[in-house]
């Protein structure tokens, strides 16, 4: 019976062993010397026991309340939206119940690795919810992150460019990909503006009011 109960043990250790692993602290900067991982801007001191910490960006998307009747994104009515840009010592203010499009500062991506984004609980404790919907990067993407940003605390959160907004962790993969982002993904590079700039054929709810409006 003890016999059984090792070698389950064992066998589990050795499936375990060849699972994709996350990388320590060691092996994220040995990576980035080598040039499996890109980290523009790498800094040694936001590395964390096994994960990199990121910085917030300057630029914002922000809904215009007073111009967006609703959103509707089976009909694909979406809301009305400006870009606003902080400047560095300046700051963004998030008011309560209000959720924006933000961005990461580094410019990040690995052919080798899987990235994957989280939050930080210091931000999460204050009511800062930061999500990416995409919580992983493929390999072959290069990228600012896009995050979204909600506010649920009762009162307004002031943002700041260039402070740690989220944190990275990098993964092996089980085997090397035979295609990776950069030939196949559609927002490779900047997506900043291929993110938020809607389709021609998309209509907002501004413009299908105006086009009721001539209509009658």
Do not use: C
């Not at 059984?4 to 062993?17: A, D, K, Q």
């Not at 994957?116 to 999460?124: E, V």
């Not at 930061?130 to 992983?136: M, R």
């Not at 907004?165 to 982002?181: H, K, M, N």
């Amino acid at each position: 019976m003890r016999t059984g109960r090792i070698t389950t043990v064992l066998t589990t250790f050795s499936l375990l062993t060849d699972m994709p692993m996350y990388l320590s602290d060691r092996d994220i900067v040995k990576a980035v010397e080598l040039g499996d991982i890109l980290l523009k801007d790498f800094d040694r001191k936001r590395i964390q026991p096994a994960s990199y910490d990121v910085l917030l960006g300057n630029r914002f998307v922000v809904t215009d309340q007073h111009t967006t009747e609703f959103i509707d994104p089976v009909k694909g009515l979406f809301a009305n939206t400006h870009e606003v840009e902080v400047k560095d010592g300046e700051y963004f203010v998030l008011h309560p119940r209000t959720t924006v499009l933000g961005m990461v500062r580094d410019f990040v991506g690995s052919k080798k690795y899987l990235i994957q984004l989280s939050g930080k609980s210091s931000l999460a404790r204050i009511g800062l919810v930061v999500h990416n919907t995409a919580g992983i990067v493929n390999p072959g993407h290069f990228l600012n992150i896009t995050l979204e940003l909600s506010n649920l605390n009762i009162v307004p959160i002031v943002l700041r460019p260039g402070m740690p907004i989220a944190q990275l962790t990098f993964s092996e993969l089980s085997s090397p990909v035979s295609t990776d982002y950069e030939k196949t993904g559609r927002f490779n590079g900047d997506n900043w503006k291929k993110n938020f700039s809607l389709p021609k054929n998309v209509q907002t709810s501004a413009t299908k009011s105006k086009k009721k409006a001539s209509q009658k």
